[in-house]
């Protein structure tokens, strides 16, 4: 009986010691412990370690892009399908671009008035060309989003009219004309008119580039996968409205065009990136 007390001693002893020393009975150390991942999908974030930007997460799938009972320029509506991907979650703000400057890689707005205030840093950045936008996006290490991937990220995949829904705009919901403001509003100012994935800002404040070469009639002839735009044009493509803009031209499906060398103090943008890790 004394024996196999001190064989039971022995046992707990060795335990004991295999705990603080990060070991099992056989002198391995287990395997670390490791987190359930989080499969992605609709209410997904990140954060990009470079400019620190939150992006949201869209997932794969078809969508609803244009609209019938628009002008000609968003006809015919139709069902396209696109990779997943991630999108910023504001338009690029005046502080978040500054960091692009002081890196040394991009260069100032055309106009300085709001970039230089710090009264403005969480408003969206403007008078910034194509160019620059598209500088930015690749020093934070991704791209300017496609058309596509714009309006999917604005509207969902109901062919939604507005981020937020089919109700028409209110001042809770959008900076738009009716609203007054005469200006930009901070990024992020109205939660309640979130698009289905959570980005912001898709309705009124700023309008914003995108990657794509500028062609009235793309829509006729358009990929019904990942398209990309035509592969050459003079302009390029803005989406979304401006703080200026009556409900018509903020519709998720709205699409105008602009020289890729111009700026003005309503035209911003935002960056997307893939593949999803």
């Given at each position: 009986a004394g024996g196999a007390a001190m064989f039971f001693v022995g046992v707990i002893a060795v335990v004991i010691l295999g705990s603080i020393l990060g070991t099992n009975l056989l002198g391995k150390k287990p395997a670390p412990?490791?987190?359930?991942?989080?499969?992605l999908g609709v209410g997904s974030t990140r954060v990009n370690p470079v400019d620190g930007s939150v992006m949201v997460y869209v997932p794969a799938g078809e969508f609803l892009m244009g609209s019938d009972d628009a002008r000609d320029r968003e006809k015919p509506q139709h069902t396209v399908y696109l990779d997943a991907f991630w999108m910023d979650m504001?338009?690029?703000?005046?502080?978040?671009?500054?960091?692009?400057?002081?890196a040394g890689v991009c260069h100032e707005p055309k106009g300085t008035e709001y970039y230089n205030n710090s009264t403005y840093d969480?408003?969206?950045?403007?008078?910034?060309?194509?160019?620059?936008a598209d500088a930015y996006c690749q020093w934070a290490g991704g791209r300017l989003p496609s058309e596509a991937e714009w309006e999917k990220a604005a509207r969902g995949t109901d062919g939604r009219k507005y981020p937020w829904g089919n109700q028409d705009p209110t001042c809770d919901l959008a900076n738009f004309s009716g609203c007054k403001l005469n200006g930009t509003s901070p990024v992020g100012s109205y939660p309640l008119g979130a698009s289905p994935y959570g980005a912001l800002d898709m309705a009124g404040n700023v309008r914003e580039w995108v990657a794509d070469c500028w062609d009235y009639d793309y829509y006729k002839t358009s990929p019904a996968v990942n398209p990309l735009g035509p592969s050459t044009g003079i302009y390029r493509v803005r989406r979304g409205g401006a703080y200026y803009n009556s409900a018509w031209w903020i519709r998720t499906s709205y699409r105008s065009l602009g020289s890729p060398s111009y700026g003005d103090n309503t035209l911003g943008f935002r960056c997307a990136s893939s593949?999803?890790?």
């Amino acid at each position: 009986a004394g024996g196999a007390a001190m064989f039971f001693v022995g046992v707990i002893a060795v335990v004991i010691l295999g705990s603080i020393l990060g070991t099992n009975l056989l002198g391995k150390k287990p395997a670390p412990a490791t987190k359930p991942e989080v499969p992605l999908g609709v209410g997904s974030t990140r954060v990009n370690p470079v400019d620190g930007s939150v992006m949201v997460y869209v997932p794969a799938g078809e969508f609803l892009m244009g609209s019938d009972d628009a002008r000609d320029r968003e006809k015919p509506q139709h069902t396209v399908y696109l990779d997943a991907f991630w999108m910023d979650m504001h338009p690029v703000s005046n502080a978040r671009y500054r960091l692009c400057v002081e890196a040394g890689v991009c260069h100032e707005p055309k106009g300085t008035e709001y970039y230089n205030n710090s009264t403005y840093d969480d408003h969206p950045v403007v008078y910034v060309t194509w160019y620059q936008a598209d500088a930015y996006c690749q020093w934070a290490g991704g791209r300017l989003p496609s058309e596509a991937e714009w309006e999917k990220a604005a509207r969902g995949t109901d062919g939604r009219k507005y981020p937020w829904g089919n109700q028409d705009p209110t001042c809770d919901l959008a900076n738009f004309s009716g609203c007054k403001l005469n200006g930009t509003s901070p990024v992020g100012s109205y939660p309640l008119g979130a698009s289905p994935y959570g980005a912001l800002d898709m309705a009124g404040n700023v309008r914003e580039w995108v990657a794509d070469c500028w062609d009235y009639d793309y829509y006729k002839t358009s990929p019904a996968v990942n398209p990309l735009g035509p592969s050459t044009g003079i302009y390029r493509v803005r989406r979304g409205g401006a703080y200026y803009n009556s409900a018509w031209w903020i519709r998720t499906s709205y699409r105008s065009l602009g020289s890729p060398s111009y700026g003005d103090n309503t035209l911003g943008f935002r960056c997307a990136s893939s593949p999803v890790p």
